[in-house]
């Protein structure tokens, strides 16, 4: 399917519909490839940081800019008014609070397990399958914290934060309630720990989920074909922001779409995704009103239990 087959491309010149055809086909594999080298000349020249930031910037501004050119819903350039909100979590969750969660969860394994470092992991294996062994160990936790915070009711009130959303772009890719950003890196960082993993390889692993991230959630028409069946792409990511709970049930990994395809909730059907994304319940529109929604909505849940209880005359 070319741009100008799609139900929201434009009319335009044949050289600049040619173009936009051949950013839908390389836009993914090539910003992340593209990232991923930024972010590997920086570590080479003991700047990680700077070259993350660099690359995390970079792709930022260039999604940004394509969502104008090529939209894959023009109706998601309308604004929503949460962008401050998505600002707020991105910063929230993306900063002090995913820190000191990671810092915490790994200082409990230290005290309970206190494994020898390196004992487990490869460290005679190349670079590239270190990180790729990585993804795999890290992904498992993404993946069952993610389904987790759909299928129990109790953590679906935080999820539903980043549910609420009615557009799908760069900015709210952030958009996390900090109790599920939390479990997230609980349930990740812990096994790489565990495996011994060295540094270099935490930096990786959180380098490249930090640029999926950024690439799932953008409003560009992108294709990447088999490639779907390896990563997460905006493809699949965007059934998983449908309202229908049986679309939206699915595409739970963070990076990587093998545990998706071995549990069986990879979904890619061969129709175009609702424009009309979200929740059913209502959410606050303010973010403290967001922070405050999930606790409040779980002590509902405890009333309505209890009353019911009494009722049952329990």
Not at 180 to 209: H, N, R
Not at 246 to 264: A, H, I, K, P
Request: proline share 6%.
């Amino acid at each position: 399917m070319t741009i100008e087959d799609h139900p929201q491309g434009e009319k335009a010149s044949p050289a600049v519909t040619g173009l936009k055809s051949a950013i839908t086909w390389t836009a993914w594999p090539g910003l992340m490839t593209l990232c991923i080298a930024i972010t590997a000349y920086g570590m080479a020249n003991d700047e990680p940081i700077l070259g993350f930031n660099s690359a995390y910037l970079l792709l930022g501004v260039t999604l940004i800019l394509l969502e104008r050119w090529m939209p894959y819903e023009k109706t998601w350039l309308e604004n929503d008014g949460q962008t401050f909100a998505n600002i707020a979590h991105t910063l929230l969750n993306k900063g002090m609070v995913q820190a000191a969660a990671a810092v915490t969860t790994l200082i409990i394994v230290v005290d309970v397990v206190e494994p020898e470092a390196g004992a487990l992991w490869p460290t005679d294996w190349p670079q590239w399958a270190q990180i790729v062994l990585g993804l795999l160990i890290a992904e498992f936790g993404f993946y069952w914290a993610h389904r987790l915070a759909h299928e129990v009711p109790w953590l679906w009130p935080f999820h539903a934060v980043h549910h609420s959303v009615t557009r799908l772009w760069v900015i709210n890719t952030g958009r996390f309630h900090f109790v599920d950003t939390a479990l997230s890196v609980a349930l990740s960082q812990p096994l790489l720990y565990l495996a011994g993993a060295p540094v270099e390889v935490f930096m990786w692993v959180g380098g490249i989920t930090a640029f999926s991230g950024l690439l799932t959630h953008t409003n560009v028409v992108m294709r990447a074909g088999w490639l779907n069946y390896v990563f997460n792409t905006p493809e699949l990511h965007r059934w998983h922001h449908s309202k229908v709970v049986e679309e939206g049930n699915t595409n739970y990994g963070e990076v990587l779409m093998v545990y998706d395809l071995l549990f069986g909730t990879w979904f890619l059907p061969d129709r175009r995704p609702p424009a009309g994304i979200g929740i059913s319940e209502q959410m606050p529109t303010s973010f403290a009103g967001q922070l405050a929604h999930p606790f409040r909505t779980l002590s509902a849940m405890r009333r309505e239990r209890a009353a019911a209880n009494v009722i049952a005359g329990d």
